[in-house]
């Protein structure tokens, strides 16, 4: 039903910063809840960041709160998240993915909600 395609791949210092992008395509963009996952290698899917339809409501993982951000652009049909302060434990494959469940509301860092899915795209972060 939509067709995502994440970029913004790059390696980077420790406190540097990157801003991944997530074109989607097919459905109506502005009827899915968006989310960021990220994968290290060895370790399993963990969530980073989502936002909601319209884009006033936001979670974040602990992990990256204060130094990410998620936003969106509905009328580019577009997700974005800033990276700021970055360190080499951010090193992963980002994905992006989307969902029209309702269930986003209540379980919005759960990869299980998300049917959708970007290839992903690789950031490195060096010491």
């Known amino acids: 039903q939509v067709q995502l395609v994440e970029s913004g791949r790059g390696l980077v210092q420790a406190g540097g910063s990157l801003r991944l992008s997530c074109a989607a395509s097919?459905?109506?963009?502005?009827?899915?809840?968006m989310g960021w996952f990220r994968q290290a290698p060895g370790k399993e899917r963990e969530f980073v960041g989502a936002i909601n339809r319209g884009g006033g409501l936001k979670f974040y993982a602990d992990a990256v709160k204060g130094r990410f951000t998620i936003s969106r652009d509905n009328a580019k049909n577009t997700v974005y998240l800033q990276m700021n302060s970055l360190k080499p434990e951010d090193t992963a494959d980002y994905y992006c993915a989307a969902t029209s469940t309702a269930r986003f509301y209540t379980t919005p860092k759960s990869g299980d909600i998300y049917n959708y899915w970007g290839q992903g795209t690789q950031v490195t972060v060096s010491s």
């Open positions: 097919g459905r109506t963009f502005s009827d899915y809840a």
